[in-house]
């Protein structure tokens, strides 16, 4: 194999936490560095299992991480249905199960673990099922349609949680303890049993202190009856096992590789195996011995190894283990040190056996602070009390306040900045408030302006979900405190937002801005509704923008097709479609720059600017380039700007397709659009990305295949990457998606508000774009396209239509009543060899002595 | 609001009313200076520099004009185009920060033709 120029970096296990590993190696730039492959044993990318159990209501789809099965850097390979079968870290090797050997120069093992099943006689027949994968799942579901009863081996965490799904089955259902208790790991005796009535209340059968002897057959085979030691057998058809897990370690094993005591690779802080180029994150790995059954700490794990992979020095140092879930209805929390085995530690009790509330605080020996608990029925207090043992602050004078129902008291406290308040992603109360205060928390300037957006930018809340209250409650907190009222008008003359607004005007059929502010508004508008609804006519009219009474709403650029530059004067900016130029309009350009005394620069979207231009002069200015065959490249206009291009096919000897020609048909298709901003759009040649397609609006990729559709990236203040829409599409399904992706954008989106923001304030992000725009599932497609149709159809240059129109022509005067006159406000520099704005320290007169024509 | 030096001379005509676009604006060159000359949607007609203080460039009439609620009042006013400070029309103070403000004009629609007078003195707000 030729030496790979680029760092191999291979991931065993596309779970939960290999997957949480690959996002944050994207996200941190590790891919900068390295390709990564993921190989996963399961058929479908990694989905939510921890919320397995909703799979019966919500299908696979809806847990999945990944739903279209490819990340959205080109550098990621994601290998599925295929198992890692050895391991060789002499070579650096892997062995996959397709025979493939795969070389690496740094492993991740991310293997989770496997359901124990005890060795009892009879646990491998054919009713027999374990519950840790859709698989799983989707087999016990068709097994319970023939059956009436069903048991659950083990009464923890996870066994409730099949006792659950047996339950909504429809199955009688009986679970079967060994320990005293259930959830003997997370809770007290008294919670316990205070479960165990809430369970019985369901109609579930709870058999504790009951030991699995054999898994009888009937004479088919099949399981018939589960025998008990010293006790009555029960008559069962199904049986699943949950009697704990066990970390999947037999490719280490095999490799060598040194494992724990109680099972696990064994792993330092850093997550570093026995072998340096191996690591091991999530329920396989075993930190100084010592497996976390849990998701959250597999997620810090991830974020050590990439951290140590990026040559920082994180360390895992252990974890939270406090669990809050939903069984069957009732609550259940425990967290901290909930079995009081501090030394010197006191506990506070409360009970009340009507309803079924057992709350338990254990305090610390001078009783100031709280060093865990356990809830039972009740757990609303979770979200506060959990942070309170991280963060180690001090408790309130009366301490049972907080487990006392909230009618008989209940207490309000006054969080500390510090304070951890989602375990799951390591997100403090300081972090909330950031993201709701801070200006740069969104693209378009703005902070998030509710507790979704604050889940979405600092994950506080997307995993268990258990910190969501208290996250809602921090951002409730803060808008009140500040006094600020979530308003979501465009301006204080419309009381709508922009996507209201589109809809008025469609509706309506509207084309004059005083029909809509008198209708549906108040006041005579400003510089913010007045260019917004410009935007919506030119949008949905295809008219030309100077049109009638429309050019007194326009924003400057757009009222004179040109960039208003600081000193009063206008930039010109020709449109050259994917970049392409001959070196025929090469010259005009420089001719018109020469004659005109223009200053040029080549711009950051691939095409030449000339800035300087006097307002009276931009009508002699375009007639010189329209008559060379050129048009307006809307470097004025909230709309298409440029659709970049890498050199592609043609000429690039890595090129899999023609990008010009597709940046110039894309661009040509586009041009003119007017949008709620701007829209830019990039095409490349192979996966290398030369046209920077994925820092734009919509970007396109070449492969083999075809064309990978991204959408939602931009530079800019805060870069988003684009993000994969689709992958290998042939032109007319890519063209067809875009049109819809842009007229959907257009429609909905808030005034000044790029693809990137759009699309994450969307309920559903990218996924409800994609159900939109590539499963039709509005069916909104055919008319989304045929709203594109008619822009593409009635497309004008506005820079032709003006010089050929006297009535537009005639604002194109530096003086109503001296056209010819030059501003004499405007005056310039040499810089370089060419014009500069030259700073003005106040206005300039001309003296009375200019003679000025009387109007006529 | 008295204009002070609003003789008959001082004022000059620069255009007829129907050259500016309601909610538009000119730019008229009075006495060697850059004069702004602003249309409302009711008719009214306001002149003021047309230097814009805060970019520093003569633009003012290029400006969007419209609304704003400024206590209970409707003000018209112009929104610089460069970067978009808010004008009164009445008294050339800007909304945002009234410690600055630039100059009107007298201003007078006689016969359809729009004709600027003398600089107002400083209005003090
Ligand atoms: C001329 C140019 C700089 C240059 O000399 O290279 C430029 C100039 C301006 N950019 Fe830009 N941008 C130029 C390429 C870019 C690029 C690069 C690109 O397009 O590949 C970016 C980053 C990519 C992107 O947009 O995502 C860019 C990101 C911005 C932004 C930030 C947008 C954002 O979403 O954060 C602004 C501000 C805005 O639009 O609100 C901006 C705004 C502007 C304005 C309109 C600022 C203004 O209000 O005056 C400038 C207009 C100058 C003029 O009169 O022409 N310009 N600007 C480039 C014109 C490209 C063209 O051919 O049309
Ligand atoms: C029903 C249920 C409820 C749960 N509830 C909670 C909860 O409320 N809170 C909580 O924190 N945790 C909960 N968990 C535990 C949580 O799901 C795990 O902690 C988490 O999934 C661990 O992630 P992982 O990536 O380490 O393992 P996994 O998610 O199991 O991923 C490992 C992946 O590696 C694959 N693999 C293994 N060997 C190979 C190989 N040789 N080659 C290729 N692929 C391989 C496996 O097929 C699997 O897809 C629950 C688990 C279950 C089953
Ligand atoms: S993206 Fe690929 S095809 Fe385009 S120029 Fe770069 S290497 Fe060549
Ligand atoms: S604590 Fe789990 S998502 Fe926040």
Redesign the pocket.
Request: overall charge negative; hydrophobic content about 40%; aromatic content about 6%.
């Given at each position: 194999m030729a030496p790979h120029l680029r760092k191999q970096l291979v991931v065993?296990?596309?779970?939960?936490?290999?997957?949480r590993f690959v996002e944050s190696a994207i996200s941190r730039g590790l891919t900068e560095t390295y390709d990564i492959t993921v190989?996963?044993?399961?058929s479908r990318p990694?989905y939510d299992?921890?919320a397995?159990?909703s799979f019966f209501e919500v299908g696979d789809k809806a847990l999945s991480f990944l739903p279209t099965g490819q990340y959205d850097d080109p550098r990621v390979t994601l290998r599925l249905g295929?198992?890692?079968?050895a391991i060789s870290p002499r070579q650096r090797v892997v062995t996959l199960s397709d025979g493939e050997d795969l070389a690496y120069d740094e492993l991740v093992m991310?293997?989770?673990?496997a359901p124990f099943v005890p060795p009892v006689p009879g646990h491998d027949l054919e009713n027999c099922f374990v519950?840790?994968?859709i698989e799983d799942l989707e087999a016990i579901r068709t097994a319970a349609k023939k059956a009436k009863v069903g048991a659950v081996i083990g009464g923890g965490?996870?066994g409730l949680?099949?006792a659950n799904a047996l339950h909504q089955l429809g199955l009688e259902t009986h679970v079967v303890e060994l320990a005293p208790r259930l959830m003997a790991v997370q809770i007290d005796d008294m919670g316990g049993r205070t479960l165990n009535r809430h369970i019985d209340g369901l109609g579930l059968t709870v058999h504790t202190g009951a030991m699995t002897e054999a898994v009888l057959a009937d004479k088919k085979g099949r399981v018939e009856r589960l025998a008990l030691k010293d006790r009555n057998p029960l008559d069962v058809d199904i049986v699943v096992f949950s009697a704990g897990i066990r970390p999947?370690d037999a490719?280490a094993r095999a490799a060598g590789l040194d494992v724990a005591e109680r099972g696990g690779v064994l792993v330092d802080e850093s997550l570093r195996s026995s072998d340096e180029h191996i690591w091991a994150?999530?329920?396989?790995a075993a930190v100084h011995g010592r497996m976390y059954?849990?998701?959250?700490p597999?997620y810090d794990m991830a974020e050590v190894v990439v951290d140590r992979l990026l040559d920082g020095d994180g360390e895992f140092t252990g974890a939270d283990m406090s669990?809050k879930?939903k069984l069957l209805g009732v609550d259940v929390a425990s967290f901290g040190d909930a079995h009081g085995e501090t030394e010197g530690s006191l506990e506070l009790t409360y009970q009340d056996a009507v309803s079924g509330v057992y709350k338990k605080l254990v305090l610390s020996e001078d009783g100031k602070r709280l060093l865990g608990g356990v809830l039972v029925g009740d757990a609303e207090a979770y979200g506060i009390l959990r942070p309170m043992v991280a963060s180690g602050m001090e408790l309130p004078e009366n301490p049972e306040e907080l487990i006392l129902p909230a009618s008989r008291g209940g207490l309000d406290l006054e969080m500390p900045d510090e304070m951890q308040v989602c375990s799951?992603n390591d997100v403090t109360k300081a972090q909330i408030k950031h993201a709701v205060s801070d200006e740069s928390t969104l693209n378009d300037g703005s902070p998030c302006a509710d507790a979704v957006c604050v889940t979405k930018h600092t994950r506080a809340g997307s995993t268990?979900g258990s910190c969501k209250p208290v996250v809602k409650k921090i951002v409730e907190d803060y808008f009140a405190a500040t006094g600020k009222a979530v308003d979501k008008s465009l301006c204080e003359h419309f009381a709508m937002t922009r996507q209201e607004l589109f809809e008025v005007v469609a509706v309506h059929g509207y084309n004059r801005f005083d029909d809509i502010i008198a209708g549906h508004g108040s006041g005579r508008g400003c510089d913010i509704c007045k260019p917004a609804v410009a935007s919506i006519l030119a949008s949905l009219l295809n008219h030309h923008v100077l049109d009638g009474s429309n050019r007194i709403l326009q924003d400057t650029n757009d009222a004179y097709l040109a960039n208003l530059q600081r000193n009063g004067t206008y930039s010109v900016v020709p449109r050259i479609p994917g970049g392409e130029i001959t070196p025929d309009k090469l010259i005009v350009i420089g001719e018109v720059a020469k004659e005109f005394g223009l200053y040029t620069k080549i711009t950051g979207g691939q095409r030449i600017d000339m800035f300087g231009a006097r307002m009276e002069d931009l009508p002699a200015i375009w007639k010189r380039l329209v008559d060379a065959g050129m048009e307006s490249g809307h470097a004025y206009g909230k709309s298409l700007r440029t659709v970049k291009s890498c050199v592609g096919s043609t000429w690039c000897r890595y090129g899999v397709q023609d990008s010009v020609g597709l940046a110039i048909e894309l661009e040509l298709r586009y041009r003119g659009l007017r949008s709620p901003h701007k829209l830019k759009g990039g095409v490349s040649g192979c996966a290398r990305e030369c046209a920077e397609a994925r820092s734009k609006d919509f970007g396109i990729i070449a492969t083999e295949k075809g064309w990978n559709l991204y959408v939602a990236g931009n530079g800019g203040a805060i870069p988003a990457h684009a993000q994969l829409l689709a992958g290998d599409l042939d032109k007319d399904t890519l063209i067809r998606y875009l049109d819809r992706f842009l007229m959907y954008y257009i429609r909905t989106a808030d005034r000044l508000q790029r693809t990137a923001p759009w699309v994450e304030s969307l309920d559903g992000g990218l996924d409800r774009v994609r159900e939109i725009v590539v499963d039709d599932a509005l069916g909104l497609g055919t008319e989304l396209e045929a709203a594109m149709d008619k822009h593409v159809e009635s497309y004008f240059d506005e820079w032709k239509a003006t010089i050929e129109d006297p009535e537009k022509m005639a604002r194109f005067v530096s003086f109503v009543n001296a056209p010819g006159v030059p501003d004499p406000n405007i005056s310039f520099r040499d810089e370089r060899g060419q014009i500069a704005p030259a700073d003005s320290d106040g206005p300039v007169s001309l003296g009375t002595s200019i003679p000025v024509g009387a109007p006529q | 609001m008295v204009d002070e030096a609003a003789t008959d001379a001082t004022f000059e005509a620069v255009c007829r009313l129907d050259q500016i676009e309601k909610e538009g604006g000119v730019t008229a060159l009075v006495r060697g200076e850059a004069v702004a000359v602003f249309r409302t949607y009711e008719d009214e007609v306001f002149a003021l520099s047309n230097y814009d203080p805060f970019g520093k460039a003569s633009v003012l009439s290029r400006g969007i004009v419209g609304s704003k609620t400024v206590g209970e009042e409707q003000v018209p006013f112009v929104a610089s185009p460069l970067l978009k400070q808010p004008f009164d029309l009445r008294t050339g103070v800007c909304i945002d920060d009234p410690t600055v403000a630039v100059p009107t004009y007298a201003v007078r629609v006689v016969d359809g033709v729009v004709s600027v007078g003398a600089r107002r003195g400083t209005i003090q707000s």
């Amino acid at each position: 194999m030729a030496p790979h120029l680029r760092k191999q970096l291979v991931v065993v296990g596309h779970g939960m936490v290999g997957h949480r590993f690959v996002e944050s190696a994207i996200s941190r730039g590790l891919t900068e560095t390295y390709d990564i492959t993921v190989i996963g044993e399961e058929s479908r990318p990694a989905y939510d299992r921890v919320a397995l159990t909703s799979f019966f209501e919500v299908g696979d789809k809806a847990l999945s991480f990944l739903p279209t099965g490819q990340y959205d850097d080109p550098r990621v390979t994601l290998r599925l249905g295929t198992e890692v079968v050895a391991i060789s870290p002499r070579q650096r090797v892997v062995t996959l199960s397709d025979g493939e050997d795969l070389a690496y120069d740094e492993l991740v093992m991310a293997t989770g673990a496997a359901p124990f099943v005890p060795p009892v006689p009879g646990h491998d027949l054919e009713n027999c099922f374990v519950y840790r994968t859709i698989e799983d799942l989707e087999a016990i579901r068709t097994a319970a349609k023939k059956a009436k009863v069903g048991a659950v081996i083990g009464g923890g965490l996870l066994g409730l949680e099949a006792a659950n799904a047996l339950h909504q089955l429809g199955l009688e259902t009986h679970v079967v303890e060994l320990a005293p208790r259930l959830m003997a790991v997370q809770i007290d005796d008294m919670g316990g049993r205070t479960l165990n009535r809430h369970i019985d209340g369901l109609g579930l059968t709870v058999h504790t202190g009951a030991m699995t002897e054999a898994v009888l057959a009937d004479k088919k085979g099949r399981v018939e009856r589960l025998a008990l030691k010293d006790r009555n057998p029960l008559d069962v058809d199904i049986v699943v096992f949950s009697a704990g897990i066990r970390p999947r370690d037999a490719l280490a094993r095999a490799a060598g590789l040194d494992v724990a005591e109680r099972g696990g690779v064994l792993v330092d802080e850093s997550l570093r195996s026995s072998d340096e180029h191996i690591w091991a994150i999530g329920e396989c790995a075993a930190v100084h011995g010592r497996m976390y059954g849990l998701v959250a700490p597999g997620y810090d794990m991830a974020e050590v190894v990439v951290d140590r992979l990026l040559d920082g020095d994180g360390e895992f140092t252990g974890a939270d283990m406090s669990t809050k879930l939903k069984l069957l209805g009732v609550d259940v929390a425990s967290f901290g040190d909930a079995h009081g085995e501090t030394e010197g530690s006191l506990e506070l009790t409360y009970q009340d056996a009507v309803s079924g509330v057992y709350k338990k605080l254990v305090l610390s020996e001078d009783g100031k602070r709280l060093l865990g608990g356990v809830l039972v029925g009740d757990a609303e207090a979770y979200g506060i009390l959990r942070p309170m043992v991280a963060s180690g602050m001090e408790l309130p004078e009366n301490p049972e306040e907080l487990i006392l129902p909230a009618s008989r008291g209940g207490l309000d406290l006054e969080m500390p900045d510090e304070m951890q308040v989602c375990s799951c992603n390591d997100v403090t109360k300081a972090q909330i408030k950031h993201a709701v205060s801070d200006e740069s928390t969104l693209n378009d300037g703005s902070p998030c302006a509710d507790a979704v957006c604050v889940t979405k930018h600092t994950r506080a809340g997307s995993t268990c979900g258990s910190c969501k209250p208290v996250v809602k409650k921090i951002v409730e907190d803060y808008f009140a405190a500040t006094g600020k009222a979530v308003d979501k008008s465009l301006c204080e003359h419309f009381a709508m937002t922009r996507q209201e607004l589109f809809e008025v005007v469609a509706v309506h059929g509207y084309n004059r801005f005083d029909d809509i502010i008198a209708g549906h508004g108040s006041g005579r508008g400003c510089d913010i509704c007045k260019p917004a609804v410009a935007s919506i006519l030119a949008s949905l009219l295809n008219h030309h923008v100077l049109d009638g009474s429309n050019r007194i709403l326009q924003d400057t650029n757009d009222a004179y097709l040109a960039n208003l530059q600081r000193n009063g004067t206008y930039s010109v900016v020709p449109r050259i479609p994917g970049g392409e130029i001959t070196p025929d309009k090469l010259i005009v350009i420089g001719e018109v720059a020469k004659e005109f005394g223009l200053y040029t620069k080549i711009t950051g979207g691939q095409r030449i600017d000339m800035f300087g231009a006097r307002m009276e002069d931009l009508p002699a200015i375009w007639k010189r380039l329209v008559d060379a065959g050129m048009e307006s490249g809307h470097a004025y206009g909230k709309s298409l700007r440029t659709v970049k291009s890498c050199v592609g096919s043609t000429w690039c000897r890595y090129g899999v397709q023609d990008s010009v020609g597709l940046a110039i048909e894309l661009e040509l298709r586009y041009r003119g659009l007017r949008s709620p901003h701007k829209l830019k759009g990039g095409v490349s040649g192979c996966a290398r990305e030369c046209a920077e397609a994925r820092s734009k609006d919509f970007g396109i990729i070449a492969t083999e295949k075809g064309w990978n559709l991204y959408v939602a990236g931009n530079g800019g203040a805060i870069p988003a990457h684009a993000q994969l829409l689709a992958g290998d599409l042939d032109k007319d399904t890519l063209i067809r998606y875009l049109d819809r992706f842009l007229m959907y954008y257009i429609r909905t989106a808030d005034r000044l508000q790029r693809t990137a923001p759009w699309v994450e304030s969307l309920d559903g992000g990218l996924d409800r774009v994609r159900e939109i725009v590539v499963d039709d599932a509005l069916g909104l497609g055919t008319e989304l396209e045929a709203a594109m149709d008619k822009h593409v159809e009635s497309y004008f240059d506005e820079w032709k239509a003006t010089i050929e129109d006297p009535e537009k022509m005639a604002r194109f005067v530096s003086f109503v009543n001296a056209p010819g006159v030059p501003d004499p406000n405007i005056s310039f520099r040499d810089e370089r060899g060419q014009i500069a704005p030259a700073d003005s320290d106040g206005p300039v007169s001309l003296g009375t002595s200019i003679p000025v024509g009387a109007p006529q | 609001m008295v204009d002070e030096a609003a003789t008959d001379a001082t004022f000059e005509a620069v255009c007829r009313l129907d050259q500016i676009e309601k909610e538009g604006g000119v730019t008229a060159l009075v006495r060697g200076e850059a004069v702004a000359v602003f249309r409302t949607y009711e008719d009214e007609v306001f002149a003021l520099s047309n230097y814009d203080p805060f970019g520093k460039a003569s633009v003012l009439s290029r400006g969007i004009v419209g609304s704003k609620t400024v206590g209970e009042e409707q003000v018209p006013f112009v929104a610089s185009p460069l970067l978009k400070q808010p004008f009164d029309l009445r008294t050339g103070v800007c909304i945002d920060d009234p410690t600055v403000a630039v100059p009107t004009y007298a201003v007078r629609v006689v016969d359809g033709v729009v004709s600027v007078g003398a600089r107002r003195g400083t209005i003090q707000s």
